[in-house]
């Protein structure tokens, strides 16, 4: 064994040792907060699918490129964080630990937006239809079919995800098998799509290769986190390395999105393609994987950091999973009177909407957050 080998070797098993003595990683709590603030850029820029020739078009576009990692990077983190769920505990209390936790925020969420959107049509773009059949079976269809607010799709595929993960940790600690596994989702989910977008007939991939389980997109992302944390890369770049790449694969996206869709012609396609600007673009994989290896070279930067911002950097990432369920509310929020020109503004301004968006709806659920906690001590307390 080489000295770099071993240097290699013994980082992994520092990384490993790391993990089961229950050190905290900073990393991980910076990477859901820069993914939950893009999944917002990502909602305050859909107006990229209405296809014009115009600059804000076209800033929309550059948002969509630079955030698109956003859910990616949410099954990276959940990838490394559960596939050896087996060291911590069994799958019966795995189970029990993680569909509790989704499971309840689904239906909760889901509930909560059904009876806005229904007892509240006005206020939320695209509530009328909810509002028109609004009722316990139309509730129960919805849910079902993810057709009350579709950004919850990510918590269906997340279950998913679970449902698969007490056989995927079986496969995690042998390298080429995780190896294989990867090569293998990274084929039918990433460069089938590819060769379907570039025009080659899928009849010639779907008798052989339409796989479900392995044509998953989430599955790789979920696969790579774990990868990643465990194994690494064989390039051994430093931050700056992996900030080029990222933003390589970002401006790629961009200008590749321009003229897929025309915006360098006289006139543009009638439909968005959003192909290349997308979960299922190698150009995404590449960003989000590229992103994910910048923050975790940060880490020891990180960790030198004061108790105090890595307090606040972890209060901050604790309300992810409640912006991300409930930011669209805010985004599809409709008032007239004084506050049109406020919602003017947004339109014509996204990125600084999705500030606005992602600190409101963290402050609103912190203060949930304070307030069920202070409700449930007082509880206890009687």
């Known amino acids: 064994m080489t000295a770099r080998q071993t240097d290699m070797w013994q980082g992994s098993v520092d990384r490993r040792e790391s993990r089961c003595h229950g050190t905290h990683y900073v990393f991980v709590d910076v990477l859901n907060i820069v993914s939950c603030f893009a999944v917002v850029c990502l909602h305050t820029s859909l107006g990229v699918f209405s296809l014009q020739h115009t600059f804000l078009w076209a800033f929309q576009e ?110 995690v600690h042998d390298r080429r098998l995780l190896e294989y596994a990867i090569a293998l989702t990274l084929f039918c989910s990433i460069l089938i799509p590819a060769a379907k977008a570039i025009g080659i007939n899928e009849k010639y991939f779907s008798p052989l290769l339409s796989w479900p389980l392995f044509a998953s997109s989430a599955l790789l992302y979920f696969l790579l986190g774990y990868y990643l944390e465990n194994y690494g890369l064989p390039l051994h770049w430093n931050a700056p390395a992996w900030a080029a790449t990222f933003l ?114 963290g402050i609103a659920v912190y203060a949930g957050k304070w307030c069920i906690s202070k409700v449930k001590r007082a509880l206890l307390s009687k």
């Open 62 to 171: 550059l948002m969509q490129a630079m955030f698109i990692f956003a859910v990616p990077i949410f099954f990276m983190v959940s990838g490394m964080n559960l596939l050896d769920y087996r060291k911590k505990y069994s799958t019966k209390v795995f189970f029990k630990k993680r569909f509790v936790r989704v499971g309840r925020a689904l239906i909760l969420g889901s509930i909560a937006c059904y009876l806005l959107f229904g007892l509240l049509p006005g206020l939320f773009y695209g509530a009328q239809s909810i509002a028109d059949g609004f009722g316990p079976v139309d509730f129960c269809k919805r849910f079902l079919t993810n057709s009350i607010i579709d950004i919850y799709w990510f918590l269906y595929s997340i279950i998913y995800l679970y449902l698969l993960t007490p056989l995927l940790s079986k496969i």
């Open 248 to 361: 390589g694969s970002v401006t790629l996206m961009f200008l590749g999105g321009l003229c897929w869709n025309g915006f360098f012609q006289n006139s543009m396609g009638v439909e968005y393609q959003n192909y290349l600007v997308g979960i299922s673009s190698p150009l995404c994989v590449i960003s989000a994987v590229s992103l994910f290896m910048l923050c975790k070279a940060l880490e020891p930067s990180l960790q030198r950091g004061s108790d105090r911002m890595k307090s606040i950097i972890r209060k901050v990432s604790s309300v992810s999973l409640g912006v991300y369920m409930f930011h669209l509310l805010l985004v599809n929020l409709t008032l007239g009177g004084p506050f049109e020109r406020i919602l003017t503004f947004g339109q014509y301004h996204p990125f600084i909407k999705a500030i606005a968006v992602y600190l409101l709806t």
